[in-house]
């Protein structure tokens, strides 16, 4: 008997985003594959960079949605930002099969949202109709996103499954302990001003008791490079995952300057919940993913313009909460993927 496959299709990949669904699937059996829709420019970058694996995958893709074309009845997880205008497009493709959608976007009646280029009212209406009467279920990461969709559209509260991202076993080692630095601060992802890399260099490089690692890389990167600071220090990238939550584990605070903008903020953060597993006490700005996450026992929500006094008194008082940092570790056993796979379930079906 053929192996049944579910497809995930993004505009860019995001696998580690379906640790649980994987989990789930592989528990029954059905094998589970990546695609993405995303394909004209990557295989432009694929030229000009000489990139022979990057122009294969794109062969990959290319082939998978004209197979969508002669086919019928897969299963596939789309994940499209909102009001994005090339669902136009996908929908031609995807007509033919059961569609799942997942989203972390949380503000769903129009005023905020990524995609606000060739927004016109045909547009709007695809995703009405897409929402309300094409997908077979939705999969949204917050609770927020899940009241938003059903405050902006008419779609059954059942129609929609609140799935946390989660953690694999890796991240969960009860024998392995490692001392946290005193006044210890990390910051992990992409190194943009959005996420305040300015800001968090210019404080810290004023601060003789303090330490800063950023982890990371992007256009921010470049400030780094002027940096004289001992008590900054700047890492590209870690592909040892290993090595990544030894260093997590050395540092007391996760520190997330998120600054809103008009198309973007702060979603559900991996970073913040393979933090806590560590007992890495995150502080973020109050956006709606680290809200989503961080309540007063296990974390600190600030306003973007409080965010650098709080670490000013942390640094100060250079006393670390244990309790805290205990009770983070405790939270993040709730997103382990034996638990977050059950909420997938609706796939299924």
Same mark, same amino acid.
């Given at each position: 008997?053929?192996?049944? %496959?579910?497809?995930? #299709?993004?505009?860019? /990949? ?9 989990? #789930? ?77 997942? %989203? ?38 917050? +609770? ?31 024998? +392995? ?10 910051? $992990? /992802? ?11 260099? %210019? ?23 002027? $940096? ?15 090595? $990544? ?34 007992? %890495? ?36 008082? /250079? ?31």
């Amino acid at each position: 008997m053929r192996q049944q %496959t579910i497809y995930v #299709l993004h505009k860019n /990949g995001a696998d580690g985003h379906y640790n649980a669904l994987e989990h #789930l699937l592989d528990k029954e059996h059905i094998s589970i594959k990546y695609r993405e829709f995303s394909i004209v420019s990557n295989f432009f970058k694929s030229i000009v960079k000489l990139n022979l694996n990057l122009f294969k995958k794109q062969c990959v893709n290319t082939l998978f949605l004209l197979y969508l074309l002669i086919s019928k009845g897969k299963k596939i997880v789309l994940g499209i930002a909102p009001f994005d205008s090339k669902l136009t497009r996908l929908k031609s493709l995807l007509k033919h099969h059961k569609i799942f959608y997942h %989203t972390s976007w949380a503000c769903w009646d129009g005023t905020f949202h990524p995609k606000s280029k060739h927004n016109t009212p045909k547009v709007k209406q695809y995703w009405k109709d897409f929402l309300e009467k094409d997908v077979a279920h939705i999969f949204a990461v917050t +609770h927020k996103s899940k009241t938003q969709l059903t405050e902006n559209f008419e779609i059954n509260s059942e129609k929609i499954s609140v799935v946390y991202h989660s953690l694999n076993n890796s991240f969960f080692r009860s024998s +392995h302990h490692i001392d946290k630095k005193p006044s210890s601060f990390i910051y $992990l /992802g992409r190194m943009l001003p959005q996420k305040g890399i300015p800001e968090l260099i %210019t404080f810290f490089s004023k601060q003789e008791n303090a330490e800063l690692t950023l982890v990371g890389n992007g256009p921010c990167t470049a400030d780094m490079t002027q $940096l004289k600071n001992s008590n900054i220090r700047h890492i590209d990238f870690i592909k040892n995952k290993e090595e $990544l939550i030894d260093l997590i584990a050395e540092h007391e605070y996760l520190v997330l300057f998120s600054k809103k903008t008009s198309k973007w903020e702060e979603l559900f953060g991996m970073v913040i919940i393979e933090c806590m597993a560590q007992g %890495t006490i995150p502080i973020a700005t109050n956006h709606t993913g680290p809200k989503e996450i961080i309540t007063e026992d296990v974390g600190y929500l600030c306003e973007e313009h409080e965010i650098l006094k709080v670490l000013d008194q942390k640094i100060k008082t /250079g006393t670390f909460d244990i309790e805290r940092s205990e009770k983070a570790k405790n939270v993040a056993k709730s997103y382990h993927v034996e638990t977050i796979s059950n909420y997938w379930k609706a796939i299924l079906n």
